[in-house]
């Protein structure tokens, strides 16, 4: 089994997004663990800078799905063992 580790992203969700839960989906769905740094939401836009935390291939899977759904993700630093 692989060890989890931890990346550190920058989620941007347009207006229609930001009433959802994707966070809570993309926890189900992928088996990771986010954990919230910061946070900025309005009306019509809100991001959220958290740090990711599961496996590589959880990892890779989830922030795909986040594109996707119209999520804009940017990485904020190297991937870090945990």
């Known amino acids: 089994m692989s060890a989890p580790i931890e990346v550190r992203v920058r989620l ?3 207006e229609p997004l930001v009433r959802e839960p994707v966070l ?3 926890a189900r769905r ?3 663990e986010p954990d919230i740094r910061r946070a900025n939401v309005e009306e ?3 991001w959220i800078v958290c740090e990711l935390v599961g496996t590589a291939g959880a990892l890779e899977a989830a922030l795909d799905w986040l594109r ?3 999520v804009g993700v940017d990485l ?3 991937l870090l063992e945990s």
């Open 76 to 78: 904020l630093g190297d």
């Open 12 to 14: 941007t969700f347009p």
């Open 68 to 70: 996707g759904e119209g």
């Open 30 to 32: 992928f088996e990771v």
């Open 24 to 26: 809570a989906r993309l």
């Open 44 to 46: 019509d836009q809100g």
